[in-house]
C-alpha cells in the first residue's frame, strides 16, 4: 500500500515557530491536528465562505496564531473546566483552544448552521473528543453554566457579557479577545461587571494591537 504523502515540512515549522514565539511547546498530535485543521479551514472556506482570509498563509498568521496566543494565559489562570465560544464563526479559538488543553471541555456556539456543522466536521477529523458544536442564538442556548465563556470579535463588553451572564457560573470569568485596548467599553459595562485583568499580546507575525480583557460578574445570578 502506498503511504499517504506527508503536508510539507513548512507548514510544521512554521507552526512551531509561531508556538516557541508564544512559550508553546507543540506535541505531534497537536501539530498535526493544528494542520488537518488549516486543510478543512481552507477547504470548507471555498464553499461556505467562513472567514474572509482566503489563503493558507493569511489562515495561519490572522487566525490560528492569533487564537494560539490565548492558550498561555487561559492554561496559566484556568486548569480545565467548561468553556463556551460565543460567536465561534468557523471554530476560533474554540478549535485551537480544545487541540491544545485536552483537559478543557469546549463548546462552540453560532446562530449560523453551516459554521457549527463545519466545527462538527473538525471535532469528528481530528479527532477532538472534548469539541462540540451547538447550532443556536445565544439567547435560546440551553446548557449548563461554563467556567469560561470567550469572544473574539463577537459583540461589544457590555453586549458580550449581558447576553452570556445567565451562562456563566458563579466563580466563572469572561474573556474577551480584543485589538486595541476598548477603554470605552470597558467605561460602558454595567455596575456588575468587573475588569479585573488586560492583558496585552504579542502575536507572532501579526502587526497589530492585540489583548485580552479578563471579567467577572460582581453579583453571580
Known amino acids: 500500500m502506498t503511504a499517504r504523502p506527508e503536508a510539507p515540512e513548512g507548514?510544521?515549522?512554521?507552526?512551531?515557530?509561531?508556538?516557541?514565539?508564544?512559550?508553546?511547546?507543540?506535541?505531534?498530535?497537536q501539530r498535526a491536528a493544528l494542520r488537518r485543521y488549516l486543510d478543512l479551514l481552507q477547504q470548507w472556506n471555498a464553499t461556505y465562505n467562513l472567514t474572509?482570509?482566503?489563503?493558507?498563509?493569511?489562515?495561519?498568521?490572522?487566525?490560528?496564531?492569533?487564537?494560539?496566543?490565548?492558550?498561555?494565559?487561559?492554561?496559566?489562570?484556568?486548569?480545565?473546566?467548561?468553556?463556551?465560544?460565543?460567536?465561534?464563526?468557523?471554530?476560533?479559538?474554540?478549535?485551537v483552544i480544545a487541540a491544545l488543553l485536552p483537559a478543557m471541555d469546549v463548546t462552540c456556539a453560532d446562530a449560523v448552521g453551516k459554521k457549527m456543522a463545519f466545527v462538527r466536521q473538525v471535532a469528528g477529523a481530528l479527532p477532538l473528543p472534548n469539541l462540540h458544536a451547538?447550532?443556536?442564538?445565544?439567547?435560546?442556548?440551553?446548557?449548563?453554566?461554563?467556567?469560561?465563556?470567550?469572544?473574539?470579535?463577537?459583540?461589544?463588553?457590555?453586549?458580550?457579557?449581558?447576553?452570556?451572564?445567565?451562562?456563566?457560573?458563579?466563580?466563572?470569568v469572561w474573556i474577551a479577545m480584543k485589538g486595541r485596548v476598548p477603554d470605552e467599553e470597558i467605561d460602558a459595562l454595567p455596575e456588575w461587571v468587573e475588569v479585573f485583568h488586560v492583558e496585552?499580546?504579542?502575536?507572532?507575525?501579526?502587526?497589530?494591537?492585540?489583548?485580552?480583557?479578563?471579567?467577572?460578574?460582581?453579583?453571580?445570578?
Open 11 to 29: 507548514a510544521s515549522s512554521e507552526l512551531d515557530t509561531i508556538a516557541a514565539g508564544l512559550g508553546l511547546a507543540l506535541g505531534a498530535d
Open 52 to 95: 474572509a482570509v482566503r489563503d493558507r498563509a493569511g489562515m495561519l498568521t490572522q487566525h490560528l496564531a492569533d487564537c494560539l496566543a490565548v492558550v498561555p494565559p487561559l492554561r496559566r489562570q484556568v486548569a480545565g473546566g467548561r468553556l463556551l465560544d460565543v460567536g465561534s464563526g468557523g471554530g476560533l479559538p474554540g478549535v
Open 134 to 172: 451547538v447550532h443556536s442564538r445565544i439567547e435560546d442556548l440551553r446548557a449548563p453554566p461554563f467556567d469560561v465563556i470567550t469572544s473574539r470579535a463577537f459583540a461589544s463588553l457590555a453586549d458580550f457579557a449581558g447576553l452570556t451572564r445567565s451562562h456563566l457560573a458563579p466563580s466563572g
Open 200 to 221: 496585552q499580546l504579542a502575536v507572532p507575525g501579526l502587526d497589530a494591537q492585540r489583548c485580552l480583557v479578563w471579567m467577572r460578574d460582581k453579583v453571580p445570578p
